[in-house]
């Protein structure tokens, strides 16, 4: 069950860490070499400098080389997320070492011990011990046209300070910023790697590249072609296994989390398609992020709230392996009365009529 924890444990460090965000993505292969793009404003090629780690992220066309001493010393290059404009970002921050002691005692509690005042304290030693560094948000052009036309300037756009335009493509304005962080409370430890870090921080823009943006229908397949046999629960008690398919022609399954801005927002929709699904079709939902009681009561006042009471079932090993490559959440796909995949999964949240479209053009 160690995994579950330190599932639990990243979704801690999304939630506060990245505001809304809802990323459980791994990073892209580092050893392929970036792809030429159709890009402006960005050098594409050569590769990043020597000595410098490269990681690639397909989903939104950036390339990245960070010193390894940055990295020793606390920098960390976070998967690609979602602002609560459900604009993608990636961003780089720093976690000092009292933050990662803190982190190991949160991964040694045992699960029937983890409580909401743990998590909270946790929360607000993060909040201090770790900083964004870097912070790259992908605009759609007409949204970022239209903002620039009402007199803001990138750091409006964004949100943060020290912004500016890095490139366009893909229908996408890229927005770098380097904001300046208050170190108040950091411990003298932190302060000082933190600083080692910023030294870095130069190579890092400078290396910064444009590569291939690649859609999720050109990235591979997110899920085995078929849900495995399970053991879990509801979100009342009850034990929900895979035959929760067999009396449906089709299953739409809504990955969320109680960190997820997007996925709360969409839940009083999914609520109203519950009660108004066609024949033979249901709404499932399955939490990611809730580990013994911690977050439980915050999953059924969201769920109360949004008055979408379907069965929503709370992710276990299995489960949480099933759903390991999904690059973030709300992430929805469909499954059939014996348990397969059907069409392609919808990633981030949707209208409602886009997934009433999608459950009526999968039904048989």
């Given at each position: 069950?160690?995994?579950?924890?330190?599932?639990?444990?990243?979704?801690?460090?999304?939630?506060?860490?990245?505001?809304?965000?809802?990323?459980?993505?791994?990073?892209?292969?580092?050893?392929?070499?970036?792809?030429?793009?159709q890009a402006t404003g960005l050098t594409t090629s050569p590769p990043v400098s020597a000595g410098l780690v490269p990681t690639i992220y397909e989903d939104v066309g950036l390339t990245f080389g960070i010193p390894a001493q940055m990295m020793e010393a606390g920098a960390v290059l976070e998967s690609p997320n979602e602002n609560m404009e459900h604009y993608p970002i990636v961003d780089i921050f720093f976690y000092s070492p009292h933050m990662n002691q803190e982190i190991e005692k949160?991964?040694?509690?045992?699960?029937?011990?983890?409580?909401?005042?743990?998590?909270?304290?946790?929360?607000?030693?993060?909040?201090?011990?770790?900083?964004?560094?870097?912070?790259?948000?992908?605009?759609?052009?007409?949204?970022?046209?239209?903002?620039?036309?009402?007199?803001?300037?990138?750091?409006?756009?964004?949100?943060?300070?020290?912004?500016?335009?890095?490139?366009?493509?893909?229908?996408?304005?890229?927005?770098?910023?380097?904001?300046?962080?208050?170190?108040?409370?950091?411990?003298?430890?932190?302060?000082?790697?933190?600083?080692?870090?910023?030294?870095?921080?130069?190579?890092?823009?400078?290396?910064?590249?444009?590569?291939?943006?690649?859609?999720?229908?050109?990235?591979?397949?997110?899920?085995?072609?078929?849900?495995?046999?399970?053991?879990?629960?509801?979100?009342?008690?009850?034990?929900?296994?895979?035959?929760?398919?067999?009396?449906?022609?089709?299953?739409?399954?809504?990955?969320?989390?109680?960190?997820?801005?997007?996925?709360?927002?969409?839940?009083?929709?999914?609520?109203?398609?519950?009660?108004?699904?066609?024949?033979?079709?249901?709404?499932?939902?399955?939490?990611?992020?809730?580990?013994?009681?911690?977050?439980?009561?915050?999953?059924?006042?969201?769920?109360?709230?949004?008055?979408?009471?379907?069965?929503?079932?709370?992710?276990?090993?299995?489960?949480?392996?099933?759903?390991?490559?999904?690059?973030?959440?709300?992430?929805?796909?469909?499954?059939?009365?014996?348990?397969?995949?059907?069409?392609?999964?919808?990633?981030?949240?949707?209208?409602?009529?886009?997934?009433?479209?999608?459950?009526?053009?999968?039904?048989?």
């Amino acid at each position: 069950m160690k995994k579950n924890r330190l599932f639990a444990c990243a979704c801690v460090l999304v939630a506060l860490a990245l505001v809304a965000g809802c990323s459980s993505a791994p990073p892209a292969d580092p050893t392929q070499a970036a792809q030429p793009s159709q890009a402006t404003g960005l050098t594409t090629s050569p590769p990043v400098s020597a000595g410098l780690v490269p990681t690639i992220y397909e989903d939104v066309g950036l390339t990245f080389g960070i010193p390894a001493q940055m990295m020793e010393a606390g920098a960390v290059l976070e998967s690609p997320n979602e602002n609560m404009e459900h604009y993608p970002i990636v961003d780089i921050f720093f976690y000092s070492p009292h933050m990662n002691q803190e982190i190991e005692k949160l991964l040694d509690i045992p699960n029937d011990e983890m409580t909401q005042e743990i998590v909270d304290a946790f929360y607000g030693i993060l909040a201090i011990e770790s900083k964004r560094m870097l912070n790259v948000t992908l605009v759609p052009e007409d949204a970022y046209e239209k903002a620039a036309g009402e007199g803001k300037a990138p750091q409006d756009i964004c949100g943060f300070d020290n912004a500016s335009e890095l490139g366009r493509q893909g229908g996408y304005v890229y927005i770098l910023a380097t904001p300046d962080a208050d170190l108040t409370g950091m411990t003298q430890e932190g302060q000082g790697l933190y600083a080692k870090c910023k030294e870095y921080l130069p190579d890092v823009v400078a290396n910064l590249r444009l590569s291939t943006l690649k859609r999720p229908e050109e990235r591979g397949t997110m899920f085995p072609e078929t849900i495995p046999a399970f053991s879990a629960q509801d979100l009342a008690g009850n034990t929900v296994t895979e035959e929760i398919f067999a009396d449906y022609q089709l299953t739409m399954v809504n990955i969320w989390g109680t960190f997820c801005g997007p996925c709360i927002d969409e839940m009083p929709d999914l609520g109203e398609l519950s009660r108004s699904m066609p024949e033979g079709a249901q709404i499932v939902g399955l939490i990611c992020d809730i580990q013994g009681d911690t977050n439980l009561q915050a999953a059924k006042n969201i769920v109360a709230k949004a008055n979408a009471e379907f069965t929503h079932i709370i992710a276990e090993e299995v489960l949480l392996d099933f759903i390991s490559g999904v690059t973030g959440v709300p992430t929805t796909f469909f499954v059939d009365g014996s348990g397969r995949i059907v069409g392609e999964p919808m990633v981030g949240s949707a209208r409602a009529e886009d997934y009433r479209a999608a459950i009526e053009g999968y039904l048989p």
